[in-house]
């Protein structure tokens, strides 16, 4: 079955370009060129994954964001300004899964997108949906929830598969560029600082008033330290 992506950019050149490329290599597309146009579209009809421009007529694409986070755990692409580092950092604190600086490559939105519908699948796809604990959380496979001390954990699906990958390597330390690989499904390339704001918000998620669960290991990696 064809992956169905939102489209939802007001720039008409643009937006054709990208509907095209994407139509070209099998996605189904849907357009939307208004952040109230593409959230409807998201709420009403069945999408796979949300590409979305922050700069729009209306309300702008981290409103739009928001919303959605209030409803649903879509995979969202935020398209941003190049050199606009604060609507990124702003985006991912609000819940986006990956972001592409604008002019963009139709190319490289395209493997982020497979990397995002990859990761999910590969979750849906294991064996076992049967809960774990560690520690204050338990984990929901079938669910792609996680709750700690009972309540649960408001994790975008790239941060629960950060989450997944650390939890099943507690004490050990996973490098940098295999976390990458492995939770966002490509490769860590300089200045890229995508997987270091994910952690950041998985950190003040798990522990807003503690000392951080997921350790810096300078010069290796990450390492998630189990708490009671």
């Known amino acids: 079955m064809q992956s169905r992506i939102l489209l939802v950019e007001d ?10 490329y994407l139509a070209g290599q099998g996605f189904t597309v849907r357009e939307a060129t208004t952040g109230n146009e ?16 922050i700069m729009l007529p209306d309300i702008n694409g981290l409103e739009v964001l928001r919303n959605l986070r ?7 692409i935020l398209l941003t300004a ?16 990956d972001y592409i600086p604008k002019p963009c490559n139709p190319r490289e939105l395209v493997a982020r997108i497979q990397a995002a519908l990859r990761r999910i699948a590969w979750d849906q796809e294991r064996p076992s949906d049967q809960p774990r ?31 997944q990958v650390l939890l099943n390597h507690v004490g050990s330390v996973v490098r940098k560029t295999d976390l990458m690989q492995w939770a966002l499904g490509r490769r860590l390339t300089p200045h890229d600082r995508t997987l270091d704001m994910h952690l950041s918000n998985l950190r003040r998620k ?9 350790e810096t290991v300078r010069g290796l ?8």
Do not use: H, K, W
Not at 221 to 228: H, K, L, P, T
């Open 11 to 20: 720039d008409d050149e643009l937006r054709v370009l990208l509907a095209r």
């Open 38 to 53: 593409g959230l409807a579209m998201a709420q009403e009809e069945r999408v796979d994954l949300v590409v979305l421009d």
């Open 70 to 76: 209030v409803r649903t755990r879509l995979p969202v």
């Open 82 to 97: 190049r050199g606009e580092e604060t609507d990124r950092i702003v985006g991912f604190e609000v819940g986006a899964d």
């Open 133 to 163: 604990c560690l520690g204050d959380l338990r984990i929901q496979p079938d669910q792609r929830r996680v709750y700690q001390n009972g309540r649960p954990v408001d994790l975008t699906a790239t941060e629960y598969e950060i989450l």
């Open 206 to 214: 798990l522990d807003p008033e503690g000392e951080s669960r997921i």
């Open 221 to 228: 990696g990450y390492s998630y330290r189990s708490v009671e």
